[in-house]
């Protein structure tokens, strides 16, 4: 009985190649284009990052590895037993210099962002309910085109904040690569799921 | 306008193949139920919302009665069977030992197997106190396992006495936010997670400890042993493990104890367990068929003291379960004899007959 492990072809790619080498585990080509590639021990699925912990909920992997923003914003009833230590990033609020958010917020308020759930989440804590426009990505320009007040979205450096004139006004969290393992396969395949656990904490 | 003819999204329907195999399923669980002993108890459809459990609240489908109370379909058993046994039944002496076969509703989108409507069969081991009435329901759950055919599985054993020990030595109040957030960190066994919730918390180093381990999978989290060495020093931890240790101990007499696994860190429902709880998971289903555990303060809470367990099988994730690990029986549709020819009284006489020594007989034609 080997084990499925879901991955995104996203930032967080490099980074497990990297994880798994040192582990001493195999992994597939970066280059392949197919989006289900056996190993011999392990079998990986490719898989956009927002499903990744959806896959592994519904059982379809026994793990994963995506952002801790992805299970944040889907809030999937999965495992989280690793951060892994990479991919390092800020969940933020951002506006434009002049909105003056910082100090009080408008009645009306109009989020951009790809993180509904989180968005809501984090006004809601404000007694706040704005608009939210969802988006896929490019969320950066929605407040210079008049599209939304203000985003909120993932920070590495800042720059593309800048270079699209915003500033950051509150953190939310701050998020890393996780492991996120299947509740039922923790314990029906106990021995795999303790072995993959053990070697990605040496490596 | 043509008319709409799709059911509403969440509502469940079954025919023919599947809503046999569901019935051969319920029939065989039904009777390992009352192979030991239990009583069926068929509990309302609805009744007043505040009955049903708050975890629940913000699940329920309402409607508002005829005197103008909020009335609610049931979106489980347990509280209606204890309200019962504390009401309608309150002469009965205890133990109660009874058991339900029936759907349930809940306001949340399909997940995972799972329809807004579904089908729940459990029992309630009211007035069951200790181990032995621990060691009976687990035997019973195991029991309906084997008697669909399934063969994989493994049911997940903790101690609510565990984790609200240590969350309480780990320095949190009751009401206190932080609270649950470590303890949703810890049913997610997210360790980053729980370090963020006991930052503020200042209580003892060794709760801290543990709590930190059991999201870690150190060791202490499936081991009894390792658990009692680490909290020695915490009574009500000493004594959930103490409980769990004489479960163990019987079920590897019982020759069952392949059958569990010790895990130390399962904590969800907590606000409503008192003891052992456990969860069933199957090979091939991502999540779990069934699961329970002792609630020994509830029935108290609505006046008459006692302690309880019980424990429940979602019957559509058992279907799947049995499919998926290759089981599952269906009876043939029953043959049909034509219609025609011969005069129809005496073809009702025969099919009377025919069907009175257990066959079963359909009539061909006349559609």
Redesign the interface.
């Given at each position: 009985m080997s084990l499925t492990i879901a991955l995104s072809k996203g930032r967080l790619l490099t980074g497990a190649e990297a994880l798994f080498t040192r582990a001493g585990l195999s992994f597939p080509p970066q280059d392949t284009r197919r989006l289900i590639v056996e190993t011999g021990e392990l079998r990986f699925l490719f898989v956009k990052d927002m499903d990744v912990p959806v896959y592994v909920?519904?059982?379809?992997a026994d793990a994963g590895i995506c952002g801790s923003d992805v299970l944040l914003e889907t809030g999937s009833?999965?495992?989280?037993?690793?951060?892994l230590g990479y991919g390092h990033c800020r969940m933020v609020l951002a506006a434009p210099p002049a909105s003056g958010f910082a100090e009080s917020w408008p009645t009306t308020l109009r989020v951009a962002t790809k993180y509904a759930k989180v968005a809501r989440g984090f006004f809601e804590t404000r007694g706040l309910a704005p608009e939210i426009v969802k988006l896929q990505g490019s969320v950066e320009i929605a407040p210079g085109l008049g599209l939304a007040d203000c985003i909120v979205d993932m920070v590495e450096t800042g720059r593309t904040l800048r270079e699209n004139g915003l500033d950051v006004v509150e953190d939310i969290a701050a998020t890393s690569a996780?492991l996120v393992v299947?509740?039922?396969?923790d314990?029906?395949?106990?021995a795999e799921v303790?072995s993959l656990?053990e070697k990605l904490k040496r490596g | 306008m043509p008319a709409r003819l799709q059911l509403p999204q969440g509502a469940s329907c079954f025919t023919f193949d599947e809503a046999r195999r569901r019935r051969a399923l319920e029939a065989r669980v039904v009777s390992v139920f009352e192979g030991w002993g239990y009583d069926e108890i068929v509990p309302p459809l609805f009744d007043e919302a505040a009955t049903f459990d708050p975890s629940l609240a913000s699940k329920l489908y309402t409607f508002t009665g005829r005197e103008g109370t909020t009335l609610a379909l049931r979106p489980d058993f347990t509280s209606l069977v204890a309200k019962i046994a504390a009401g309608r039944l309150r002469h009965v002496a205890p133990p109660l030992r009874l058991y339900y076969s029936g759907e349930v509703v809940r306001y949340e989108p399909p997940r995972?197997g799972r329809q807004s409507e579904f089908h729940q069969m459990g029992l309630e081991f009211l007035g069951g106190g200790g181990p032995i009435a621990d060691i009976e329901v687990i035997a019973i759950a195991i029991e309906c396992l084997e008697a669909v055919g399934v063969t994989?599985?493994?049911l997940?054993l903790g101690h609510a006495g565990v984790v609200t020990s240590l969350l309480d030595e780990a320095g949190f109040k009751l009401e206190d936010p932080r609270r649950d957030a470590a303890l949703l960190s810890l049913s997610?066994?997210?360790?980053?997670?729980v370090a963020d919730a006991l930052a503020g918390a200042g209580g003892s180093e060794v709760a801290r400890h543990a709590l930190m381990g059991l999201?870690?999978?150190n060791g202490i989290r499936q081991s009894v042993d390792e658990a009692r060495t680490v909290l020695r020093d915490i009574e009500p931890a000493r004594k959930a493990l103490d409980d769990l240790e004489s479960v163990t101990k019987t079920l590897e007499e019982a020759g069952l104890r392949n059958r569990v696994?010790v895990?130390l860190s399962e904590s969800r429902g907590l606000d409503y367990y008192t003891g052992l709880v456990f969860r069933i998971?199957?090979?091939?289903?991502?999540?779990?068929v069934g699961g329970g555990g002792r609630y020994d303060r509830l029935l108290g809470r609505l006046g008459r003291p006692m302690p309880a367990i019980g424990f429940m099988l979602g019957l559509d994730r058992l279907a799947l379960l049995v499919e998926r690990q290759g089981g599952g029986e269906s009876g043939p549709a029953p043959p049909s004899i034509p219609v025609g020819g011969e005069s129809l009284g005496r073809l009702v006489q025969q099919a009377r007959e025919l069907r009175s020594r257990g066959r079963k007989i359909r009539f061909g034609g006349g559609e």
């Amino acid at each position: 009985m080997s084990l499925t492990i879901a991955l995104s072809k996203g930032r967080l790619l490099t980074g497990a190649e990297a994880l798994f080498t040192r582990a001493g585990l195999s992994f597939p080509p970066q280059d392949t284009r197919r989006l289900i590639v056996e190993t011999g021990e392990l079998r990986f699925l490719f898989v956009k990052d927002m499903d990744v912990p959806v896959y592994v909920e519904y059982g379809v992997a026994d793990a994963g590895i995506c952002g801790s923003d992805v299970l944040l914003e889907t809030g999937s009833d999965v495992l989280a037993p690793l951060d892994l230590g990479y991919g390092h990033c800020r969940m933020v609020l951002a506006a434009p210099p002049a909105s003056g958010f910082a100090e009080s917020w408008p009645t009306t308020l109009r989020v951009a962002t790809k993180y509904a759930k989180v968005a809501r989440g984090f006004f809601e804590t404000r007694g706040l309910a704005p608009e939210i426009v969802k988006l896929q990505g490019s969320v950066e320009i929605a407040p210079g085109l008049g599209l939304a007040d203000c985003i909120v979205d993932m920070v590495e450096t800042g720059r593309t904040l800048r270079e699209n004139g915003l500033d950051v006004v509150e953190d939310i969290a701050a998020t890393s690569a996780r492991l996120v393992v299947n509740r039922a396969s923790d314990h029906t395949k106990r021995a795999e799921v303790a072995s993959l656990l053990e070697k990605l904490k040496r490596g | 306008m043509p008319a709409r003819l799709q059911l509403p999204q969440g509502a469940s329907c079954f025919t023919f193949d599947e809503a046999r195999r569901r019935r051969a399923l319920e029939a065989r669980v039904v009777s390992v139920f009352e192979g030991w002993g239990y009583d069926e108890i068929v509990p309302p459809l609805f009744d007043e919302a505040a009955t049903f459990d708050p975890s629940l609240a913000s699940k329920l489908y309402t409607f508002t009665g005829r005197e103008g109370t909020t009335l609610a379909l049931r979106p489980d058993f347990t509280s209606l069977v204890a309200k019962i046994a504390a009401g309608r039944l309150r002469h009965v002496a205890p133990p109660l030992r009874l058991y339900y076969s029936g759907e349930v509703v809940r306001y949340e989108p399909p997940r995972a197997g799972r329809q807004s409507e579904f089908h729940q069969m459990g029992l309630e081991f009211l007035g069951g106190g200790g181990p032995i009435a621990d060691i009976e329901v687990i035997a019973i759950a195991i029991e309906c396992l084997e008697a669909v055919g399934v063969t994989d599985f493994v049911l997940a054993l903790g101690h609510a006495g565990v984790v609200t020990s240590l969350l309480d030595e780990a320095g949190f109040k009751l009401e206190d936010p932080r609270r649950d957030a470590a303890l949703l960190s810890l049913s997610r066994r997210d360790p980053s997670a729980v370090a963020d919730a006991l930052a503020g918390a200042g209580g003892s180093e060794v709760a801290r400890h543990a709590l930190m381990g059991l999201a870690e999978d150190n060791g202490i989290r499936q081991s009894v042993d390792e658990a009692r060495t680490v909290l020695r020093d915490i009574e009500p931890a000493r004594k959930a493990l103490d409980d769990l240790e004489s479960v163990t101990k019987t079920l590897e007499e019982a020759g069952l104890r392949n059958r569990v696994a010790v895990d130390l860190s399962e904590s969800r429902g907590l606000d409503y367990y008192t003891g052992l709880v456990f969860r069933i998971y199957g090979s091939g289903l991502g999540f779990d068929v069934g699961g329970g555990g002792r609630y020994d303060r509830l029935l108290g809470r609505l006046g008459r003291p006692m302690p309880a367990i019980g424990f429940m099988l979602g019957l559509d994730r058992l279907a799947l379960l049995v499919e998926r690990q290759g089981g599952g029986e269906s009876g043939p549709a029953p043959p049909s004899i034509p219609v025609g020819g011969e005069s129809l009284g005496r073809l009702v006489q025969q099919a009377r007959e025919l069907r009175s020594r257990g066959r079963k007989i359909r009539f061909g034609g006349g559609e």
